[in-house]
Each structure stands twice: as C-alpha cells, then as structure tokens.
C-alpha cells in the first residue's frame, strides 16, 4: 500500500508542474504581447511626435477654428452657406468699395423698400380676404451676440497680455516679431482702406484654411525646412548683432 502511494505521488507532482508551467507559459506569453504594444504604442507615439505641424498645433484644423459653425464655413463643410457668405460678403464690398455706396443709405432704401411691399400686401390681402395678414413679429436672439462679445473679449485680453509681455522687455525675439508684423501691417493699411482690408482677409479665411488642409502634409514640410532655416539666420543675427547690444543688469535690479 506504501508502495502504491509513493509511486502515485511523483505523477501527481508531475501533472502541478505540468499545470503551473503552463500557467506560467500564459503569464509570459501576456507579459511579452503587453511589452510588445507597448513598444509598438512607444515608437507609434514617438512617430507623431516628431511630425512637425503648422504653429505648433496639435489639433485639427477643424478643431482650431473653435469645431462648430464657423468652423464649418471657413473649411466648406457645407458649400452651399460658405458660398453664400462669401457671396454676401462679395456683394457687399462691391456696393460700398466699387459703386461707393453708403451704410445709412443702404439701410433707408432697404427699409423702404420692405415697408412697402409689407404695406401693400396687407392692403391686398384685406382687399381680397376682407382680414388682414399675419405679419411674423422678429426678435433678435441673446445668445449669438454674448457669444461674439464674449470671444472678442477673449481675443482682446489676449493681444493686451501679449503686448505687456513684450513690453516688459524679458523676449527681445518676441519684440522684434511683433514690431515686425505691426510694420507690415502699417504698410498695408496705407495701400488700402479698411473695408478692403477687411474683405481680403474674410477672403482668406474661406480660402487658406480649406487649400491648407487638403496640402497639409506637404505644407508642414516646406515649413519645417524653412523655420529651420529661419532659426540658422537669427542665430548668425543674434550672434553678430543682438549679442553686442549692451543690457542693463537685470538680475542685479531683481535681487534687489
């Protein structure tokens, strides 16, 4: 019977070690296969990280331009309304820039113009249905106009924290851009005035958004070759220039 009970014994431990090496098989069979995604995810990621978008964005560009309605315009997402605001907008500098057309004049013709017809189809439709017209009252809604207000305000805090930065004298790069591009904002508005100014940029907007993201890729491109240039000739800038221009000891005022 003892004999028995030994020989039973080494099977019994062989089947455990059968099952726990099996286990153990699974155990590292997982760890490698999450060691592998997570190797694939790394290098996936760090694939992304190194491409180089416009700005330094990490959206779309969708989702730049706020991701809703306007959105929706800028990029075409429905041809028939983008068309329709830029043709509205096209129609309107061509009546107030080419034909020198005037606001107040513009509004007092087209609220005759309205007045008249509403009156005389009143008067028609009493003639003829001895009732007159239900003229639909307008009211203009509340939550457009706070919402345009208050992304003006955003924008405006924006531009006013960025020209104290630049103020302050911490980024000379920064304060030279910034010169830079007021300069150049100087010149065009001396060559036209601010509704065609205006219009040109409305018109980039529905046109250089949608053309950048269909090229995307090949603009990114052409653009990180060419801030890599940019930064080598700031550098030999910053080097024979910037670096000689004499500094007061800032750190010296700050301790004390």
């Known amino acids: 019977m003892a004999e028995h009970v030994e020989n039973l014994d080494p099977k019994g431990e062989s089947v455990l070690d059968k099952i726990a090496e099996k286990f153990h098989g699974d155990d590292d069979s997982s760890s490698s296969s999450d060691s592998d995604t997570e190797k694939k995810t790394a ?14 964005r990490e959206k779309p560009v969708h989702k730049v331009f706020g991701g809703g309605k306007p959105a929706d315009i800028f990029l075409w997402r429905n041809k028939k309304i983008s068309a329709a605001v830029l043709g509205g ?7 107030f820039e080419l034909l020198d057309y005037y606001l107040l004049t513009l509004v007092c013709h087209i609220s005759i113009l309205a007045l008249a017809v509403l009156f005389l189809w009143s008067n028609v439709t009493t003639f003829i249905n001895k009732r007159p017209p239900h003229i639909p009252e307008v009211h203009l809604p509340e939550d457009p106009f706070l919402q ?3 992304a003006l305000r955003i924008e405006i805090n924006r531009a006013l924290f960025v020209l104290r930065e630049v ?6 790069k920064k304060f030279l ?4 591009g007021l300069w150049i904002l100087s010149i065009v508005g001396s060559w036209c005035n601010f509704l065609t100014l205006f219009y040109i940029l409305f018109v980039l907007l529905h046109t250089v958004p949608v053309l950048y993201e269909k090229y995307e890729d090949k603009v990114d491109a052409f653009t990180e070759k060419a801030m890599i240039e ?6 030999v800038f910053d080097a024979k220039v910037l670096s000689k221009i004499p500094r007061g000891p800032l750190k010296n005022k700050k301790m004390a």
């Not at 990621?45 to 180089?52: H, N, R, T, W």
């Not at 940019?230 to 550098?235: R, S, V």
């Open 43 to 56: 290098s996936s990621s760090s694939v992304k990280a190194k491409i180089y978008r416009l700005f330094g």
């Open 89 to 95: 907008a096209t129609a309107a500098w061509v009546l």
């Open 148 to 150: 345009v207000a208050s």
């Open 167 to 172: 103020a302050s004298g911490r980024d000379l």
């Open 177 to 180: 851009m910034v010169v830079a």
């Open 230 to 235: 940019i930064k080598k000739q700031y550098a």
